[in-house]
């Protein structure tokens, strides 16, 4: 069955400290990848995402994350983090029809990694 | 504004009520679900549907019912909720026309307490 691994479940740092969060799926065979967050007592929302294309993606509040097809990862780095950057981050994946028995539009999400920035 | 609603936020229930999470969007979507979240498992399918009178069980359908009457509304029905039933509910919706490709649009959630 496919799978999304996050294997970090908390990740604490600095405020201004750079921080990369990780994500690995279960196989590469055409897949399209987002990167969402829950900021407390919130819903999920876009951070970004990867379709086609150029393999470093820019999301908004300074996120970005890079695909990498030989390794099935596609990580979440910013350069410098704010404490409003603390929050819950899901990575997600779709595969396409193809490559996943025809299902369409499902989601599989990873467990989540909670960044916590502190002061 | 583009959005997905949900109703309620939150809800306290005791086992073997009947209950009902609504879920609506705006967005003319025809992709719908429904996720349950729990500490250290994440997001959850629970069902989905592609369009109106079309749905289907995703990974943990059990103990749930959905209908797709109108292709904004998209129901999640809990005939006889149990303790293990107590969770944080997000709906979403999504477009299909280009295959797989288009983003998922989440609700605010529900939080879901079952004594």
């Known amino acids: 069955a496919q799978s999304v691994t996050q294997l970090d479940s908390q990740v604490p740092v600095f405020e201004e400290a750079p921080v990369e969060l990780r994500c690995n799926y279960s196989s590469s065979v055409s897949v399209y990848l987002f990167w969402y967050v829950q900021y407390p007592n919130q819903g999920l929302q876009l951070l970004l995402k990867y379709l086609s294309g150029s393999t470093l993606v820019k999301g908004i509040n300074g996120f970005e994350a890079e695909f990498n097809k030989s390794q099935t990862s596609f990580h979440l780095r910013k350069p410098s983090v704010h404490i409003s950057d603390t929050a819950e981050y899901f990575c997600a994946v779709r595969w396409s029809a193809g490559g996943y028995g025809g299902a369409t539009n499902k989601l599989i999400f990873g467990t989540g990694t909670l960044l916590a920035v502190q002061p | 504004e583009a959005q997905v609603t949900q109703n309620p936020r939150y809800l306290i229930t005791v086992t073997g009520k009947k209950l009902t999470v609504t879920c609506s969007q705006n967005?003319?979507?025809?992709?719908m679900s429904w996720y349950r979240q729990d500490p250290g498992l994440g997001l959850r399918q629970i069902y989905y549907s592609m369009n109106v009178e079309v749905t289907d069980k995703g990974d943990v359908p059990e103990g749930y019912k959905v209908s797709r009457k109108e292709k904004r509304n998209f129901p999640l029905i809990l005939e006889s909720p149990s303790p293990n039933q107590t969770s944080l509910y997000f709906c979403?919706?999504?477009?299909?026309?280009?295959?797989?490709?288009?983003?998922?649009?989440f609700g605010p959630g529900t939080r879901l307490l079952v004594l």
């Open positions: 979403a919706s999504s477009a299909t026309g280009t295959g797989n490709r288009e983003t998922q649009y």
């Open positions: 967005m003319n979507h025809e992709y």
